[in-house]
Nanobody
């Protein structure tokens, strides 16, 4: 079963850091693009960061310089290092993967709360 498992979320104070991980099950193969999305209460889901199989990245303007996306192809895992977190970064973060040219999978979502 194609599965994505996110970890690393939680509660952090403004200015703090968190590192999210997204591990893809072995049934997910030939991964092309991997990305992190987020959805805050009452808002639409938005793309936070994306990384291609070649390592090209793009970011939401509001997280540029604070967040870094990376991937370990050998481990089928993607990461999101989030620094200088702000209350407006509070959301449920979702992992998204495009694989085998025609499949797309989503993680179950993980809560990130930035609050003092």
């Amino acid at each position: 079963q194609a599965q994505l498992v996110e970890s690393g979320g939680g509660l952090v104070q403004p200015g703090g850091s968190l590192r999210l991980s997204c591990a893809a099950s072995p049934s997910i193969f030939n991964i092309q693009t991997m990305g992190w999305y987020r959805q805050a209460p009452g808002k639409q889901r938005e793309l936070v960061a994306r990384i291609t199989s070649g390592g090209n990245t793009n970011y939401l303007d509001s997280v540029k310089g604070r967040f870094t996306i990376s991937r370990d192809n050998a481990k089928n895992t993607m990461y999101l290092q989030m620094n200088s977190l702000k209350p407006e970064d509070t959301a449920v973060y979702y992992c998204n993967v495009n694989w085998d040219r025609r499949h797309e999978s989503w993680g179950q979502g993980i809560q990130v709360t930035v609050s003092s």
